[in-house]
């Protein structure tokens, strides 16, 4: 679309994760392993600030329960000793396994991430289930709730603010979602924010009135940015 932009200039929710958890949270080592419910995207981010973690895209939790399974789960003969963290993202191979090992570890004390809780995810035309989807179950089943380090967190714009060093006064965050993109610039005190009608919000959603959440414009597409 001719923007110009370079990949050190892209901060995604899965970076934000990783730059909390090694440059925020420094768990002292060996008990700050990650284990990740999530794709490859969510590893290499890890990867990328020396996170060490397990389970994610291993084809080693990529598979049905077994009876072993709950004995070993359940006396910890199963688990990593080392794990002192649950990250969710993602996942397009969430399991029975994978929930059952993340359970354990949050109950056993590990904190609780998430890249983001979006519940939807639009592609191809439609919406297909989010990040907060893969997330979801376990926030049922362990009674807890993870902090989120996508928008709407501050943690992340924070995170932003420290890389970027911009003028939050000068910057307008641009979405299509209201209660991620939008309340994301909102609750930054940034200059101005955009919402994009072709996502998830839709005009009658922030034109009704005592909506919380109101975009400072909105255009149709954002090709109507060019004029």
């Given at each position: 679309?001719?923007?110009s932009?370079?990949?050190e200039?892209v901060?995604?929710?899965s970076y934000?994760?990783?730059?909390?958890?090694?440059?925020?949270?420094?768990l002292?080592?060996?008990?700050?392993?990650?284990?990740?419910?999530?794709?490859?995207?969510?590893?290499?981010?890890l990867?990328?600030?020396?996170?060490?973690?397990?389970?994610?895209?291993?084809p080693?939790?990529?598979?049905?329960?077994?009876?072993?399974?709950?004995?070993?789960?359940?006396?910890?003969?199963?688990?990593?000793?080392?794990?002192g963290i649950?990250?969710t993202?993602?996942?397009?191979?969430?399991s029975?396994?994978?929930?059952s090992?993340?359970?354990?570890?949050?109950r056993?004390?590990?904190?609780f991430l998430a890249?983001?809780?979006?519940?939807?995810?639009?592609?191809a035309?439609?919406?297909?289930?989010?990040?907060?989807?893969?997330?979801?179950?376990?926030?049922?089943a362990?009674?807890?709730e993870?902090l989120?380090?996508?928008?709407?967190s501050?943690?992340?714009?924070?995170?932003i603010?420290?890389k970027?060093q911009?003028?939050?006064s000068?910057?307008?965050?641009i979405?299509?979602?209201?209660?991620?993109?939008?309340?994301?610039?909102?609750?930054g005190?940034?200059?101005g924010?955009?919402?994009?009608l072709?996502?998830?919000s839709?005009k009658?959603?922030?034109?009704?009135?005592?909506?919380?959440?109101v975009?400072?414009?909105?255009?149709?597409?954002?090709?109507?940015?060019?004029?």
């Open positions: 679309m001719g923007i932009a370079k990949e200039e901060f995604g929710s934000s994760a990783a730059i909390y958890i090694s440059r925020i949270l420094r002292p080592a060996p008990k700050n392993k990650v284990f990740v419910l999530g794709e490859t995207g969510v590893e290499q981010e990867q990328s600030e020396n996170v060490p973690y397990i389970g994610g895209t291993d080693a939790y990529r598979r049905e329960v077994e009876n072993s399974d709950y004995t070993s789960i359940a006396d910890e003969s199963a688990l990593d000793p080392d794990v649950v990250l993202g993602l996942d397009f191979h969430p029975y396994l994978k929930y090992l993340a359970m354990a570890y949050l056993r004390g590990a904190k890249t983001n809780i979006d519940s939807t995810l639009p592609n035309g439609s919406l297909f289930p989010g990040a907060g989807a893969t997330t979801a179950p376990l926030i049922l362990s009674g807890q993870p989120a380090l996508g928008k709407p501050q943690a992340m714009m924070d995170a603010e420290g970027f911009f003028d939050r000068k910057a307008c965050m979405g299509d979602r209201l209660n991620t993109d939008i309340q994301f610039g909102i609750e005190k940034l200059g924010t955009l919402c994009v072709t996502g998830v839709k009658e959603e922030f034109l009704a009135e005592g909506v919380a959440v975009p400072g414009a909105y255009v149709d597409q954002l090709g109507d940015l060019l004029g």
